[in-house]
């Protein structure tokens, strides 16, 4: 199965600095790669996604780059405020549209 | 964007009782539900996929008998805990599937606890 590994575990940032995570995955055969922002006690939220036929995409202060080659994906938060302090997940799925998370990364914006 | 539903939010048990979740897709069909747990400070980890109308396939190490999967309906699936121990206490949480793409609509989760 598709086994994602995600770094770093825990990020701390300034307020106005970029933060980035990082994921790999295991499956080449992976097309579909969310991420997530989840609060304490609160549902997982997707922020981006890619698919596997693009290699980079932006929302705003947010995106996602993905290395199909190397398999590896990237989040990445400019101009990080507090309420992006969260626990982001990322994810990889293939055809079964079943998802494999990453082991989160908490992130905490200093003010 | 698609909404999916939980109930109870949370519930307290006593050890070997059962308690049914239900997961529910308010504006949407989905035609696959997944169940995750995931326990403090970790990631979502997935115990079973459901399609409507068909039993429930079970990830390696989950005990099919002791979580109970039905997706009866294309907007409803329950998960019931059977005879819960204090260990599995956690936060459960549904996602829905069925529009377009990859795309997992997530539930607000179900914190569980067992005494």
């Known amino acids: 199965g598709e086994n994602v590994e995600q770094h770093p575990s825990t990020l701390s940032v300034q307020e106005g600095d970029s933060a980035v995570i990082k994921c790999t995955y295991s499956?080449?055969?992976?097309?579909?790669f969310p991420w997530y922002k989840q609060e304490l006690g609160k549902r997982p939220q997707l922020i981006i996604d890619?698919?596997?036929?693009?290699g980079e995409k932006k929302d705003q202060r947010i995106a996602v780059t993905l290395n199909k080659t190397a398999k590896h994906f990237s989040l990445h938060i400019t101009e990080t405020q507090p309420e992006d302090s969260a626990v982001y997940f990322c994810?990889?799925?293939?055809?079964?549209?079943?998802?494999?998370f990453g082991a989160g990364t908490t992130v905490t914006v200093r003010a | 964007g698609a909404v999916v539903s939980q109930h109870p939010s949370w519930v307290i048990c006593k050890s070997g009782t059962s308690v049914k979740i239900e997961c529910r897709s308010l504006?949407?069909?989905?035609?696959?539900m997944f169940w995750y747990r995931q326990f403090p400070k970790q990631s979502l980890m997935l115990m079973a996929t459901?399609?409507?109308?068909?039993?429930?396939?079970?990830e390696q190490g989950v005990e099919k008998d002791k979580f109970l999967i039905n997706h009866a309906s294309l907007t409803l699936s329950t998960l019931t805990v059977t005879s819960a121990h204090p260990e599995d206490s956690s936060f459960y949480i549904c996602?829905?599937?069925?529009?377009?793409?990859?795309?997992?609509?997530f539930g607000p989760g179900t914190r569980l606890t067992v005494l």
């Open positions: 459901s399609n409507e109308g068909s039993k429930a396939t079970y």
């Open positions: 499956d080449s055969a992976s097309n579909y």
């Open positions: 994810a990889a799925s293939f055809r079964d549209y079943k998802l494999s």
């Open positions: 504006d949407f069909q989905a035609t696959t």
């Open positions: 890619i698919r596997s036929n693009v």
């Open positions: 996602s829905g599937s069925g529009l377009a793409g990859n795309e997992q609509f």
